[in-house]
C-alpha cells in the first residue's frame, strides 16, 4: 500500500471521471444473471457496488451515529481507545512502518464478546455502542456471504460456500473500521494511501462525501461517486489466491475533501487464522498453472503487517516463472 507522507497533496496523476462502474441490483430475481455480474466485475475492475441490500437503514442509522459520536469527542477522550495495536483507536499513523494519512479511525475485531470489552474504552453507553456495532456487522456478513456464493456459483465452482464458509467461521478473522476524514480546507489531500486489502472481500458504506478512488492498470484513477445507500464492495487478497488470478485485488486510496468531512465504514471479511489459502482445483489448468504458492492467512497476515501500506504482498506468495495472465 504506497503511501502517504505527512504533507502528501494529490498531484498531477491521471483522474478518469467519465468511467461508469459497475452497479449491482442484488434484489432482482434472475440469480444467474446476477452471478455472471458480480463475475464479470470482479474480473475487470474488482470493484462493484451494491443497491437494495436489504440491511435496514435502522441498522446503518445507529451504526452511523455511534460512529460520529465516537469521532466528535474531544482528542484525549478519543486517545483513551487507542492506540491501534491493531484495534482500537488511531490517528494519522497506519500500520506499524511509518505511513500517515489524513484519518482518524477506529479498528474492531468483529466477535461481539471484543466488541462490548473494547466499547467501555470507546463510548459513554457501552451497551448502546456493542449493541449498534455487533449488530450492523451481523447484517453486512450476511451480504458478504450472499455475494460470495453468488461468486462461486458464477465461477462454477461445486462447492458454492466454499468462500463464505470462511468468515462464517466461529474464529473468521473479520474486522471493522471506522474512518473519519476531516476536511482538508485546502488543495486534497491523501486520507489514506494506495493499497489493496489483504482479505477475502471489503464492503464499505460511506457518508455522502467523495474521497474513494480505484486504480486502473494503467495507473489513472477513477473517483466513486458516493451513495450512503448503497455499499462499494472490492476483492481482497486472499480472494485473487483463490481464483488463481481470475478475480483482481483492486487497488484503491481515499482523498480528502477541501471542505466536508468524509466518513466511512469497512467491514473486511477475513478467514480464520489457521485457514490454508490456495486457487480452488476450479481455477487451475494446464493453460492456467497455479500462480501463489499456499498460505495460512496467518501467515500472509504477518507479511502483510510487515510492509509498508503500498508494498504488492501478495507478490511474496507467488510462484517463479508463473506471470498473472
Request: charge should be negative.
Amino acid at each position: 500500500m504506497v503511501v502517504a507522507s505527512p504533507a502528501s497533496i494529490i498531484g498531477s496523476e491521471k483522474i478518469i471521471e467519465d468511467i461508469e462502474l459497475p452497479v449491482i441490483d442484488v434484489s432482482i430475481g434472475d440469480r444467474s444473471e446476477l452471478s455472471n455480474l458480480i463475475v464479470g466485475a470482479c474480473e475487470k475492475y474488482g470493484f462493484f457496488k451494491v443497491i437494495n441490500h436489504r440491511v435496514s437503514n435502522e441498522i446503518i442509522s445507529k451504526m452511523e451515529q455511534e460512529s460520529l459520536s465516537f469521532f466528535a469527542k474531544p482528542f484525549p477522550e478519543k486517545e483513551l481507545a487507542g492506540p491501534a495495536n491493531p484495534f482500537g483507536y488511531g490517528c494519522k499513523n497506519i500500520g506499524f512502518n511509518g505511513d500517515i494519512g489524513e484519518v482518524e479511525y477506529l479498528v474492531l475485531n468483529s466477535h461481539p464478546l471484543s466488541i462490548s470489552q473494547r466499547s467501555k474504552s470507546i463510548s459513554n453507553d457501552p451497551n448502546k455502542f456493542s449493541s449498534a456495532v455487533s449488530g450492523y456487522i451481523e447484517a453486512v456478513r450476511e451480504v458478504a456471504c450472499e455475494i460470495l456464493d453468488l461468486m462461486a456459483e458464477g465461477l462454477g465452482v461445486p462447492d458454492t460456500s466454499v468462500f463464505s464458509r470462511l468468515i462464517r467461521d466461529v474464529d473468521s478473522d473479520s474486522i471493522i473500521r471506522l474512518n473519519h476524514y476531516p476536511p482538508s480546507y485546502s488543495t486534497n489531500r491523501v486520507g489514506f494511501g494506495e493499497h489493496s486489502d489483504p482479505q477475502i472481500l471489503t464492503l464499505l458504506r460511506s457518508n455522502d462525501v467523495g474521497g474513494l478512488q480505484i486504480s486502473l492498470n494503467d495507473g489513472a484513477w477513477v473517483p466513486v461517486s458516493p451513495d450512503p445507500t448503497g455499499f462499494c464492495v472490492n476483492v481482497g487478497d486472499v480472494l485473487q489466491a483463490m481464483t488463481n488470478g481470475r478475480f483482481v485485488s483492486v487497488r484503491h486510496r481515499a482523498v480528502t475533501n477541501s471542505y466536508n468531512s468524509r466518513m466511512s465504514m469497512a467491514y473486511f471479511a477475513a478467514p480464520p487464522l489457521n485457514a490454508e489459502i490456495a486457487a480452488l482445483p476450479h481455477m487451475v489448468s494446464a493453460a492456467r498453472p497455479t500462480l501463489y504458492r499456499p498460505f495460512t492467512w496467518a501467515d500472509y497476515k504477518k507479511a502483510a503487517y510487515s510492509l509498508r501500506l503500498g508494498d504488492a504482498r501478495l507478490d511474496l506468495f507467488r510462484k517463479q516463472g508463473v506471470e498473472l495472465a
